[in-house]
């Protein structure tokens, strides 16, 4: 069987692996900074062009870690992937690899902060201009492209409010100006998305987060081609130190093996829970883009073929509610991961968009009352009665 016709479940489980003489069965640690030449020649051959399974150090590459970046490779679609020690070293090392002065890029504004940050504050003192725009608004990608744009970047689901970007439009624009497409495409999951089927051309993900799947590692990714991953990425990831730890890299590649099933159950509670809490009068709206009702219900399903894991609502009486109905909860934690086993509630306007400016969070729709829930494994009916008791309780 070549590996080529695995299905997604088979290559989460078997993909990329590899075997030392031992035969073992689970993925080895290969916990080494370095690796020992037969003779004085092999080492300089090695340097001079290291084979496939041919290692030189960790910054550079190792087995464990290349057994995840081959397993998520063949997921997503992509003919190679970086792992990097955490999801912002991923974009920052997808965007600066790639991007010099005098480059133009056009980003989504509605971004996770750090990722806002890179292209407001990091790319910027080093010459590379970036234009914002609303990611739904295709006219305004238009407007902004130029044959100087290098790179389009945005989430394909925005963070806190779920909002899309319809990836097969934006990348026909970018194209048609040379640029290429980078993807934070977290919030969809890697099962979900079908980014490079629709055009995108990088795609980046924090491991952090589904993939880990327990909140126990930070980790990242960087998809995309062989020349894109090792003639642009790698050569900047590699001399300045974002590796992904092969600790981490077992960790990611065990959180693989059911990251299928992980993201179809927590896809299928958020469908229950919005469906219970949609009517609920002590909510202004809910927001998840699996609900019929949602604006961008027919993109969601095209793009993804799913709502995706977090539902997002607007709890009346702002603040001070919302934060009766936090402390009020029992299973659902209190936290900012997401994509974890265990479901976690988010107050985004006091915790992970606190710093932005008023007129920036009205804009991107962060209210005071709003919560951004990321479902996890739990019984649904539980986490329903949990949410509704914690709204009785306000
Ligand atoms: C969490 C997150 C990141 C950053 O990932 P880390 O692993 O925390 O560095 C980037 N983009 C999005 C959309 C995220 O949710």
């Not at 300089?44 to 464990?64: L, M, S």
């Not at 407001?120 to 990611?135: A, I, N, S």
């Not at 991953?229 to 730890?245: D, F, N, Q």
């Amino acid at each position: 069987m070549t590996k080529k016709t695995w299905k997604t479940r088979t290559a989460l489980v078997h993909e990329g692996s590899r075997r030392s003489q031992y035969g073992e069965m689970a993925e080895a640690i290969f916990m080494t900074q370095g690796f020992v030449y037969p003779t004085a020649e092999a080492a300089e051959a090695r340097f001079i062009k290291a084979g496939e399974d041919e290692f030189i150090y960790a910054r550079y590459g190792n087995p464990t870690t290349r057994m995840f970046e081959e397993r998520i490779a063949a997921l997503e679609g992509t003919e190679d992937a970086f792992a990097t020690a955490s999801g912002m070293a991923a974009v920052n090392g997808a965007l600066t690899s790639m991007l010099r002065a005098g480059d133009h890029v056009v980003s989504s504004r509605a971004l996770f902060g750090s990722c806002l940050y890179i292209l407001e504050e990091v790319l910027t003192r080093y010459g590379v201009k970036v234009t914002f725009v609303d990611g739904a608004d295709l006219d305004q990608w238009r407007g902004a492209v130029t044959p100087a744009t290098k790179a389009v970047f945005f989430e394909s689901m925005s963070n806190p409010t779920l909002e899309l970007v319809d990836i097969r439009a934006v990348s026909r624009i970018a194209h048609d100006v040379g640029a290429l497409v980078v993807v934070d495409n977290v919030f969809a999951t890697p099962i979900f998305s079908k980014a490079v089927e629709q055009g995108a051309d990088v795609v980046v993900y924090s491991t952090t987060k589904h993939v880990d799947g327990q909140g126990r590692a930070l980790g990242g990714v960087i998809c995309g081609t062989r020349e894109f991953i090792r003639k642009v990425a790698e050569p900047y990831l590699k001399h300045t130190g974002a590796a992904m730890s092969p600790f981490t890299s077992w960790i990611m590649l065990n959180g693989m093996a059911t990251l299928d099933l992980r993201c179809r159950a927590m896809a299928d509670s958020a469908l229950t829970i919005a469906e219970a809490l949609v009517d609920d009068p002590r909510l202004s709206r809910v927001v998840y883009p699996g609900l019929q009702s949602h604006p961008q219900h027919d993109l969601a399903m095209a793009q993804m073929g799913s709502g995706g894991t977090l539902v997002a609502f607007d709890i009346k009486g702002g603040k001070e509610a919302a934060f009766k109905f936090c402390n009020a909860l029992e299973i659902i934690k209190i936290s900012n991961n997401l994509g974890d086993a265990k479901s976690i509630a988010t107050h985004p306007a006091t915790t992970t968009h606190q710093r932005l400016a008023q007129d920036q969070k009205d804009a991107l729709g962060i209210t005071p009352g709003l919560i951004r829930l990321s479902v996890g494994l739990e019984d649904a009916q539980d986490l329903v009665d949990d949410l509704k008791l914690a709204l009785a309780a306000m």
